[in-house]
């Protein structure tokens, strides 16, 4: 499996410092990533103020900006509360967290980038306008969530004018269902959850089978690999608290064994290239 350009590149930059360019590009070209879509997955980054070049070509380096480095602080908290939830260490508050999205039908574009931002940190829609989730997404969210709570609930501060608002709820009854597990079934249904995992177990199967004392390049082949395989199985995982789930829950002992075989490989480096500064 090709590890995405972007997954190349992102997994390069330290927290903070800057990558070497021909490292990166070295690795991709081993991966199967020719240099082209590496080359203009940095120019959209450069673009979008997410990082910046200093020098050209493979003699060069790249580091994150402010942009770019709050972004990727804000991807990894859901692989934070994962290996936590994954630990015993993130234990439900068994409280819902609602959100009302309120844009007027003039600035549609506006309203749909905020639900599509609601959907990618996990919410789920309840009705029109409405999602739930069972996490406080504020970090998730970032800029987005700007807007005040909604008076009364436990907590609350006065509401404000913004577009997006915020309760509370301990008793949850989503059209006549009020078990908190059945309601988590119910708007994150588990089995594509646990379909979508299957890349990560190969990928772990993958990176067992590396020959003791390999070189760097094939360690990091295989942590790339490893990578690629967890976003394309967290991408979409609303990371639901194991108290609404069954026990035991399949990606969860997937990512204990991804997690595994990553420390595994990472003790075969002599120093921690890749998500430098971001892994707990």
Do not use: C, K
Not at 98 to 123: I, N, Y
Not at 206 to 211: E, I, P, V
């Amino acid at each position: 499996m090709t590890p995405a350009p972007r997954t190349v590149v992102e997994a390069f930059l330290p927290a903070d410092g800057a990558a070497a360019l021909d490292q990166l590009y070295d690795t991709a070209n081993a991966a199967g990533l020719d240099d082209q879509p590496v080359r203009l997955t940095i120019r959209r980054m450069v673009a979008a103020g997410e990082v910046t070049q200093s020098g050209r070509g493979r003699r060069g380096t790249l580091a994150l900006t402010a942009t770019g480095r709050e972004r990727l602080r804000r991807d990894r908290l859901a692989l934070h509360l994962a290996l936590a939830q994954d630990r015993g260490q993130a234990p439900w508050d068994s409280r819902w967290r609602l959100l009302a999205v309120s844009v007027p039908e003039t600035d549609r574009a506006a309203r749909d980038a905020m639900r599509r931002d609601l959907l990618a940190a996990g919410a789920a829609p309840v009705s029109t306008g409405l999602y739930a989730s069972p996490h406080d997404l504020s970090a998730m969210l970032g800029p987005l969530d700007t807007s005040a709570t909604v008076a009364g609930t436990p907590g609350a501060d006065t509401p404000g004018t913004g577009a997006l608002f915020r309760a509370i709820a301990t008793d949850l009854d989503v059209r006549g269902v009020t078990d908190p597990a059945e309601i988590a079934e119910m708007l994150w249904p588990a089995a594509p959850i646990i379909d979508r995992y299957a890349v990560a177990d190969r990928a772990v199967e993958l990176a067992g089978s590396l020959r003791p004392g390999a070189d760097t390049r094939a360690v990091l082949l295989r942590q790339l690999r490893l990578a690629d395989a967890w976003e394309l199985a967290m991408r979409q995982d609303p990371l639901i608290p194991p108290e609404l789930r069954g026990d035991p829950w399949p990606p969860a002992t997937i990512r204990r064994r991804w997690h595994t075989a990553w420390t595994e490989l990472a003790a075969q480096l002599p120093d921690q290239l890749l998500y430098r500064g971001w892994l707990p």
